[in-house]
């Protein structure tokens, strides 16, 4: 066992020695989630719980192929609570992505979204005990102002609601990359992380499909499967992507999505964000480009000089 350990920790010092790929395999990851934000759209007018099960539905069959292939279904130890905790935030995190996606410019939905890795720093001091610099919550000060931007708070309900579910989305989405960060650190394979959440999420979110089905014709459930394969391409890509680079050095490059969502939407939908979105998506990814340089930076000044 200790055998087997030692060569994977050795592949992945391995992987970590080309952060190129990295970078490479994390703009893959935010093309497909790019494409996913369109084909949910492409789907019409379907309840997002529908919409969120099929997109699940693909992402378990692949996840359980990838699992089986490894040869074992087994668990870490100690796994099992922050799987289900994993898998519960994430669920929320991809209904209130799908259901911004339904109602908003889809680049507005997806930079809402994009808002989960300031979350996951806030996160991470509860669930990790991880400490945060004056800095880090600096930037997720700036970011959020950024999104008031996007959401432009007024009360028009039916304006502001889908802003503000889009970032209860985000906030699910970073308390997953959380959890995720957390089972990574205690072992856990990734493609059993991405199956049993995807398991789950279909069996929690069953009963709400049932109850709100609507009958689909073939192109809808063509552009669902379509949904569900690029978000699993999205997701597998992730996995990839931090075999190759730690997070710091290549997370930066996931806003990618931003602009391939925003160059979705002028083509597929002839949606031209206001002015007022274009300074959030300023703001924001100002912040999380200023964060990491700030983390280069740092991160060079603490290494050991030889």
């Given at each position: 066992?200790?055998?087997?350990l ?5 592949n ?18 935010a093309?497909?989630?790019?494409l ?13 719980f529908q ?16 699992v ?8 870490q130890?100690?796994s099992?609570?922050?799987?289900l ?6 669920t929320?995190g991809i209904?209130?992505?799908f ?10 939905a ?25 800095l880090?919550?600096?930037?997720v000060?700036?970011?959020f102002g ?14 502001f ?15 997953a ?25 279909c ?9 709100q089905f609507?009958?689909m ?5 063509v552009?669902?499967?379509?949904a569900?394969?690029?978000a699993s ?7 990839a992507?931090y ?5 710091k ?17 002028v083509?597929?939908f ?5 002015y007022?979105?274009?300074?959030g ?7 999380a480009?200023?964060?990491y ?14």
């Amino acid at each position: 066992m200790e055998t087997r350990l030692e060569q994977e920790k050795l592949n992945t010092e391995t992987k970590a020695k080309k952060p190129w790929l990295g970078v490479v395999y994390i703009v893959i990851s935010a093309f497909c989630f790019s494409l996913m934000s369109v084909c949910v759209r492409k789907a019409g007018d379907l309840p997002t719980f529908q919409k969120a099960f099929f997109r699940n539905a693909v992402a378990a069959v692949a996840g359980f192929v990838l699992v089986a292939k490894s040869g074992s279904f087994k668990m870490q130890k100690g796994s099992l609570v922050p799987l289900l905790l994993r898998s519960i935030v994430g669920t929320v995190g991809i209904i209130g992505n799908f259901y911004a996606i339904d109602r908003m410019n889809i680049s507005d939905a997806s930079i809402l979204n994009k808002l989960a890795p300031f979350f996951s720093v806030i996160f991470s001091i509860w669930i990790l005990k991880e400490k945060a610099s004056v800095l880090d919550l600096l930037f997720v000060g700036v970011a959020f102002g950024g999104a008031l931007f996007v959401v432009k708070p007024s009360f028009e309900i039916s304006d502001f609601f889908p802003a503000l579910v889009g970032v209860v989305g985000g906030l699910g989405a970073g308390m997953a990359y959380t959890f995720v960060r957390l089972l990574s650190n205690h072992g856990e394979r990734g493609p059993f992380i991405v199956f049993f959440f995807s398991v789950f999420s279909c069996i929690a979110i069953l009963p709400i499909v049932i109850i709100q089905f609507q009958p689909m014709t073939w192109e809808q459930v063509v552009w669902l499967l379509l949904a569900g394969c690029a978000a699993s391409g999205a997701q597998f890509s992730v996995t990839a992507a931090y075999a190759h680079a730690p997070a710091k050095e290549i997370s930066v490059y996931d806003y990618s999505q931003v602009l391939f969502t925003a160059l979705w939407g002028v083509i597929f939908f002839a949606e031209f964000p206001d002015y007022l979105s274009v300074i959030g998506y300023v703001i924001i990814i100002g912040a999380a480009l200023a964060k990491y340089f700030f983390g280069r930076r740092k991160s060079h000044k603490e290494k050991p000089k030889k």
